[in-house]
């Protein structure tokens, strides 16, 4: 496995892993479920998680959020680093003119869309998820990205499941990720 870099403090890990809960067979059987929620529900973990994923990144010019739960996260760290937020999104639900890439699901494949307006030449992206799992959906954010003529910066996650060959699959880019779960 690639080595990841730790970002917080050992307490400070620990009170914000303590507001995860683990949710088995959800939504699906087999899949252990990483619930954020308490943590998103906690004052000081929260600004905790954003301040530190905010922290990690240098000379941003725009975040990236990917639906849904990276809009959440997503939002406060454009905030605290001064800067916008777009939103990636699921099949049809932006209303303009959008760029798409699909990637695979263990079974099927899945669609995310940008507005192709959403970046600026050059730009420097902050990509923001809750999770990262297999990567699929980061790697095809990333696509995304660097079709609209944008360079991705970096690639910041609550939570990597360090079995999964995520961080392997975005070897290109600088993956920050404040809690890691075999
Ligand atoms: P992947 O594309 O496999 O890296 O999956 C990442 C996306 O799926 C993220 O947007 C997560 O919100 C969600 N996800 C994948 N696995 C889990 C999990 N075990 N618990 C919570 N969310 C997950």
Redesign the pocket.
């Known amino acids: 496995m690639a080595e990841v870099e730790r970002v917080l403090d050992q307490n400070a890990i620990e009170s914000l892993a303590a507001l995860v809960r683990d949710v088995p067979d959800f939504p699906q059987d087999g899949?252990?479920?990483?619930?954020i929620t308490p943590l998103l529900g906690d004052g000081a973990a929260l600004r905790l998680a954003v301040d530190a994923l905010a922290r990690a990144y240098a000379d941003i010019d725009v975040v990236v959020g990917?639906e849904s739960?990276?809009f959440i996260l997503g939002a406060p760290v454009a905030y605290a680093l001064g800067v916008g937020m777009t939103p990636v999104r699921k099949l049809g639900r932006l209303p303009r003119e959008t760029e798409r890439a699909d990637?695979e699901l263990e079974y099927g494949t899945n669609t995310v869309e940008v507005h192709t307006d959403a970046f600026g030449p050059g730009q420097r992206v902050l990509i923001v998820?809750?999770?990262?799992?297999?990567?699929?959906?980061?790697a095809a954010t990333a696509e995304l990205v660097e079709r609209l003529g944008a360079a991705v910066a970096g690639i910041g996650v609550l939570i990597e499941?360090t079995g999964?060959g995520?961080r392997e699959r975005l070897a290109r880019y600088p993956v920050t990720s404040l809690l890691q779960y075999e």
Do not use: Q
């Open positions: 899949i252990l479920f990483r619930d990917i739960r990276g990637y998820d809750d999770v990262l799992a297999t990567g699929g959906t980061a499941l999964l995520g």
